[in-house]
């Protein structure tokens, strides 16, 4: 779907210029999910694809893996008003901490890791890449990290 590496990633500083109407959705801690459902009463999750795959290196850094392990790759559109609006792609190791999580089908995966108190979310980094931009962050399910990247689409600003 896209490549990650193009992204320029940081921890985002405050001072960095961002436009409000990215900012609103790049920067909030909460689910995005949910904040997709208020702004759209017809949202739903495209699952482009969901397989074993290889991730990038910038992503096997952030989870800490071992390029031996199974890491399953789920792309997806989160559309509303039957437009993609966010493309996201997360990296999910093949564990018997995410055995459920692999199950999920089209449901979104935020509901998940944010309805689950136990799931603890890592930090956020922003990223660029000319005038797109994205987020990514690190979920811990038990002893397993997971990594989800958010790539918001121009369409959601309209």
């Not at 792609?89 to 564990?95: A, E, F, K, M, Q």
């Not at 660029?128 to 997971?146: D, Q």
Request: net charge neutral; charged share 25%.
């Amino acid at each position: 779907m896209f490549n990650p590496d193009k992204f320029n990633w940081r921890i985002f500083d405050p001072k960095e210029y961002i436009p409000t109407y990215v900012g609103i959705w790049l920067l909030d801690s909460m689910s995005l999910t949910y904040k997709l459902k208020d702004k759209y009463n017809d949202f739903e999750v495209n699952v482009i694809s969901q397989k074993a795959s290889t991730p990038f290196q910038c992503e096997f850094q952030l989870l800490g893996s071992n390029q031996n392990q199974e890491i399953i790759v789920r792309e997806v559109e989160l559309l509303g008003n039957q437009k993609p609006v966010v493309n996201a792609r997360s990296l999910i190791p093949l564990t018997e901490d995410t055995k459920d999580i692999l199950k999920i089908g089209s449901k979104p995966l935020g509901e998940i890791l944010f309805d689950d108190p136990k799931i603890k979310r890592g930090h956020l980094e922003v990223g660029s890449f000319e005038n797109s931009w994205a987020r990514r962050s690190t979920f811990t399910i038990g002893k397993t990290k997971l990594l989800v990247t958010e790539i918001f689409l121009e369409s959601l600003y309209a």
